[in-house]
């Protein structure tokens, strides 16, 4: 498929793919390569989701923490590929291992506590016999 014309002042498609690679390496989740071929305005509008969250400039929170809050929200949302990605770059933004780890630990607690949460009206009616 042909590189559609940018919007002046935004990246082509080639050019966020190249981005995407330069920071994540083999972590770089498939869909980036397939959104490239099949629909590059895609690929551009994801791209500058991650610009205005993860990737903000302004962001008074670190970018290795915004890296390990990104593996946990997307371990409880269950997309390993963007978790993995994710703790590479939080790793190549000087986290630890153990950093990363205590980012699993938070998003398999708050899984478990979702549970839980989730049963509130089966053990309110348990209680009320």
Do not use: F, N
């Not at 994801?46 to 890296?67: C, D, F, M, N, W």
């Not at 990363?100 to 979702?114: Q, T, Y």
């Amino acid at each position: 498929m042909a590189e559609p014309t940018p919007l002046p002042g935004l990246p082509t498609p080639g050019q966020v793919l190249q981005m995407m690679q330069d920071k994540m390496g083999d972590t770089l989740p498939a869909w980036t390569t397939q959104l490239s071929d099949l629909a590059p305005d895609l690929l551009v509008s994801t791209a500058l989701l991650s610009k205005g969250s993860v990737q903000r400039p302004e962001s008074t929170i670190p970018l290795k923490y915004r890296h390990l809050m990104a593996v946990s929200a997307a371990l409880a949302r269950r997309q390993p590929a963007c978790a993995r990605s994710q703790a590479h770059m939080a790793l190549q933004e000087g986290a630890t291992a153990e950093e990363v780890l205590d980012a699993i630990r938070i998003a398999r607690h708050l899984m478990a506590a979702g549970v839980v949460d989730a049963a509130g009206p089966i053990l309110q009616d348990l209680a009320a016999e």
